[in-house]
């Protein structure tokens, strides 16, 4: 007989190796755990519902789908960083149907993906500018569970913290780091729709 899981007190990298072995249990835990979070993010940028649900909808069929390739440090903000990217292109595609441009298929293409390797590389310098600029502690602690990966109880073992303490530090950490992120996104938010 097979014990049922409480899939919710599992780790995102946790659940993440099950999505690797498609577990689709674990992809609706995932699903249940960041969808509210990621329609406030998406709604921010683009206030309409049904577009919204679209958005989140194509974030997560695209997780689904790459699950077997997935190589991700922090899943929350791979899906932050998804959805408002998602949201901001669905502004300029908006904005590129009402403009007449003598511009062809082609060139508009080659400029958008100009544009987005340009948008990632300034999202990771900020990430890292992010993290420099935190206290010395919580960046540590911040370090050890995006880049090493460890859980909140590993961290908490190998630093002498408690579970909770850790949990507050990489949320004042994150909190600070996206931000700076926002900062950003708004610049280019204005930047393709009324640039």
């Known amino acids: ?24 249990q674990a992809f609706v835990a995932l699903y249940d755990r960041y969808w509210a ?3 406030a993010c998406a709604f921010h940028l683009f206030p309409h519902r049904e577009t ?9 069929l695209y997780l689904w789908n790459s699950r077997e390739k997935l190589e991700i440090r922090s899943l929350r ?15 300029r595609s908006q904005k590129k149907q009402i403009e007449i441009s003598g511009e062809d298929a082609v060139t508009l293409t080659a400029k958008e993906e100009t544009d987005d390797q340009l948008m990632v590389k300034e999202l990771n310098l900020l990430f890292e500018q992010g993290m420099h600029s935190l206290p010395e502690k919580c960046r540590e602690i911040l370090t050890l569970s995006r880049k090493e990966h460890l859980s909140n109880k590993e961290i908490a ?12 530090q990489i949320n004042i950490g994150l909190k600070k780091i996206r931000l700076m992120m926002s900062d950003f996104l708004l610049f280019y938010f204005i930047y393709f729709f009324f640039g």
């Open 1 to 24: 007989m097979r014990v049922a899981r409480n899939l919710s007190e599992l780790s995102d990298n946790e659940l993440i190796s099950l999505l690797k072995q498609e577990d689709q």
């Open 37 to 39: 979070e990621l329609y």
């Open 52 to 60: 919204c649900e679209d958005l989140i909808h194509d974030v997560f």
């Open 77 to 91: 903000d791979y899906l932050y960083i998804a959805i408002k990217h998602k949201a901001l292109n669905k502004i």
């Open 157 to 168: 073992s190998r630093l002498n913290l408690s579970p909770k303490t850790v949990e507050n």
